[in-house]
């Protein structure tokens, strides 16, 4: 069929066509933002999950509904390299500068500028193009200690927001390549402008480690966020992620073709979006059919290869190396205490 019409998109962290079986993730995810907007507390949030179950998609998807409910947001990708400090800064200036353009905010605006300034000097963070003209705030945000600066600076960028009358959600992706400094920094950040009842409101995303590796670095860390599981999607929600984008094209797929697909994906979103990339090309017409999913699925197996590089036998083991094993949850945690 036309591949210019070809609706699955797959890619890393590429929105799907149809968001399928993440209802009550997004759900809690939309009365959080609500909460927080109107003064009420409410708990940030960790997604939780391996590779390929859709977490960017998620957090990319939060960020949308915190925009549409009048948020401020910054999104985050933590590299294994950068300090938290430096992926913070430019993102904070450009939140700053877009709330002080609201007259009741401009005073909190300027003082938030200025612990700014205070932060940037005393981490030495690389400020490019982001440079303020404010004189720094002695006394605010320049001790030198991570947890209490980042605090000063989340309570200012809070009052900030409350000033407003907006909020301020910060998203970071692959949490578990903060440093643990960073992470309890971070950690010890949003509790106080909870504390605070400050109108911030974090959602993260990463390996299924990061909630042993957050009770680590700080005991509360457990109360202080939800961890919602990110995994495979059920059979339901694989056949809606197939069928609904196919036949919004005015296209159809056989019930066979569908089971097939649940069969060789095992539900993993990204695996989904590979399958039905590839079986729309493969098939000479609609519907799709079963011979047309067992075609595309050798051609989906050698992106895979070359996509996620695992070995030169990686496609035997696609699936296994997904799921969750000890070994694996060892290596993860022993690699993330060395980069700690």
Excluded at 275 to 288: D, K, L, R
Aim: net charge negative.
């Amino acid at each position: 069929m036309d591949p210019v019409r070809n609706p699955f998109a797959p890619g890393a962290g590429s929105q799907p066509p149809e968001l399928a079986g993440r209802d009550e993730i997004i759900s809690a995810a939309n009365i959080a933002l609500q909460r927080v907007l109107i003064g009420r507390h409410h708990k940030s949030q960790i997604l939780l999950g391996l590779r390929g179950t859709g977490k960017t998609v998620l957090l990319n998807k939060i960020e949308e509904l915190a925009a549409s409910h009048g948020h401020a947001t910054s999104f985050v990708e933590a590299p294994e390299s950068k300090p938290l400090t430096d992926l913070l800064y430019a993102k904070i200036h450009q939140v700053l500068r877009k709330l002080s353009m609201v007259e009741s905010a401009k005073a909190t605006a300027h003082a938030a500028m200025r612990a700014l300034r205070s932060f940037a000097s005393v981490f030495k963070v690389s400020v490019g193009d982001a440079s303020l003209s404010v004189d720094p705030e002695a006394g605010v945000a320049d001790s030198g200690i991570l947890e209490y600066d980042l605090s000063d600076l989340f309570i200012r960028v809070g009052e900030t927001a409350k000033a407003s009358k907006q909020a301020w959600t910060l998203l970071i992706d692959e949490v578990q390549y903060l440093s643990g400094n960073d992470l309890s920094a971070l950690i010890v950040s949003i509790h106080r402008a909870n504390q605070k009842q400050l109108p911030i409101i974090f959602f993260g995303a990463g390996l299924p480690q990061i909630a042993a590796l957050a009770g680590e670095a700080k005991s509360y860390a457990e109360r202080l966020f939800d961890y919602p599981p990110v995994g495979p999607l059920d059979e339901e929600a694989v056949v809606a992620a197939i069928r609904q984008p196919i036949e919004g094209e005015g296209e159809s797929i056989s019930d066979e073709a569908l089971k097939e697909i649940v069969q060789q994906t095992e539900g993993y979103p990204y695996f989904l979006q590979e399958w039905g990339h590839q079986a729309w090309n493969v098939a000479g017409s609609s519907p799709i059919g079963i011979e047309d999913i067992r075609a595309a699925s050798s051609s989906a197996l050698k992106r895979l290869d070359g996509g996620f590089r695992e070995g030169p036998h990686f496609s035997d083991s696609l699936l296994r190396w997904l799921r969750p094993s000890e070994d694996r949850r060892r290596s993860h945690e022993k690699a993330t205490k060395i980069r700690a």
